[in-house]
């Protein structure tokens, strides 16, 4: 390809040198003095496609300056300016402990829906306890970035407990500039391979360009992937929420007492005297008492039936006269 340009630099160059004169004139054109710079630099633009050619830098080179308020890059070219704002992309992560996990994420999904966010991932899973079945759930949410401390907030006012919490944030905003100056610098590559298109004396330089044409689309499409993730990250923040629910205490299990042991009681003899007067004088109370109760009780109970029992004996062993 180069040797080609080159061949038609020098072809050009003796055709105006014949002609004299009246050739030197032309040899001034601007658009002449134009395509022969194009032709001589053509072959380095295509060897590396992200070079610009020079005219391209010195209309397109950007300066990049932070404003006064550090809230607001300004890249500035040629003819345009370009006004980015600071993009942080933020991250949190939460664990919650809670009184019941379905209450607590019925409340997270309506939290989701009032901030204008929407959940990423969800994980919802069982473990026993004591005999019972308690829910535990890790979800990931995302929010706009300007909801991002409301959201934590509501999160904790769901909870019993903050078991731990860590937010984060990452500052892309300069690669985001270098991105937009990488693209600004890639469609004027874009645009001058065009010309050079426009220019080209056969198919087979139609067809070298037009490759090279290609890879430079293809990394511009790359850039702009690269811009819009950027955008939508910093856009909405991500949340890793983990909740977990609040485990009733165990009942104590009661422990086995020994049966005491009886002392061995030393022998006494004073002792034993002792308790032998205290069963003699029960015993002679029990017998006075028996007595007492057999007369005042018993004899008058018995008397009666006795004597008729008793008389009737005698009626019937009395023996009749001769």
């Known amino acids: 390809m180069k040797k080609r340009f080159l061949f038609v630099s020098l072809l050009a160059a003796l055709v105006l040198a014949a002609c004299g004169a009246a050739a030197a004139?032309?040899?001034s054109d601007p658009g002449y003095v134009e395509f022969e710079a194009a032709a001589t630099e053509a072959p380095a633009q295509f060897q590396d496609s992200a070079a610009l050619p020079?005219?391209?830098?010195?209309?397109?080179?950007?300066?990049?300056?932070?404003?006064?308020?550090?809230?607001?890059?300004?890249?500035?070219?040629?003819?345009?300016?370009?006004?980015?704002?600071?993009?942080?992309?933020?991250s949190g992560e939460i664990r919650l402990l809670v009184k019941n996990s379905d209450v607590a994420l019925d409340s997270l999904t309506q939290m989701v829906g009032d901030v204008g966010g929407y959940i990423?991932?969800?994980?919802?899973?069982?473990?026993?306890?004591?005999?019972?079945?308690?829910?535990?759930?890790?979800?990931?949410?995302?929010?706009?970035?300007?909801?991002?401390?409301t959201a934590l907030r509501r999160l904790r006012n769901l909870s019993i407990r903050v078991l731990t919490e860590s937010a984060s944030g990452e500052d892309v905003t300069d690669q985001y500039v270098d991105l937009q100056s990488e693209l600004v610098n890639l469609e004027a590559?874009?645009?001058?391979?065009?010309?050079?298109?426009?220019?080209?004396?056969?198919?087979?330089?139609?067809?070298?360009?037009?490759?090279?044409?290609?890879?430079?689309?293809?990394?511009?499409?790359?850039?702009?992937?690269?811009?819009?993730?950027?955008?939508?990250?910093?856009?909405?923040?991500?949340?890793?929420?983990?909740?977990?629910?609040?485990?009733?205490?165990?009942?104590p299990t009661p422990t086995p007492t020994l049966a005491p042991t009886a002392t061995p009681i030393a022998w006494d003899p004073h002792d034993t005297l002792k308790?032998?007067?205290?069963?003699?004088?029960?015993?002679?109370?029990?017998?006075?008492?028996?007595?007492?109760?057999?007369?005042?009780?018993?004899?008058?109970?018995?008397?009666p039936p006795a004597l008729v029992v008793w008389l009737l004996w005698k009626l019937l062993r009395r023996k009749p006269k001769a």
């Open 25 to 27: 004139p032309e040899a």
């Open 189 to 251: 590559t874009r645009d001058r391979i065009k010309t050079f298109l426009d220019q080209a004396q056969n198919v087979d330089e139609a067809l070298r360009i037009n490759q090279q044409l290609s890879e430079i689309e293809a990394q511009i499409e790359q850039v702009k992937g690269r811009m819009n993730y950027l955008k939508d990250r910093a856009s909405f923040s991500t949340i890793a929420v983990s909740i977990e629910p609040e485990l009733p205490p165990i009942p």
């Open 275 to 303: 308790e032998s007067k205290e069963t003699l004088t029960s015993a002679y109370q029990g017998i006075i008492d028996f007595f007492i109760w057999f007369g005042i009780v018993i004899v008058p109970i018995l008397l």
């Open 120 to 149: 990423v991932s969800s994980q919802v899973w069982y473990a026993e306890y004591n005999k019972e079945n308690f829910k535990y759930a890790n979800i990931t949410i995302a929010v706009p970035s300007d909801q991002f401390e």
């Open 54 to 90: 020079a005219e391209s830098s010195g209309q397109e080179g950007e300066a990049k300056s932070l404003a006064e308020n550090g809230v607001v890059y300004e890249t500035s070219g040629g003819t345009e300016a370009l006004i980015v704002e600071r993009m942080v992309i933020k």
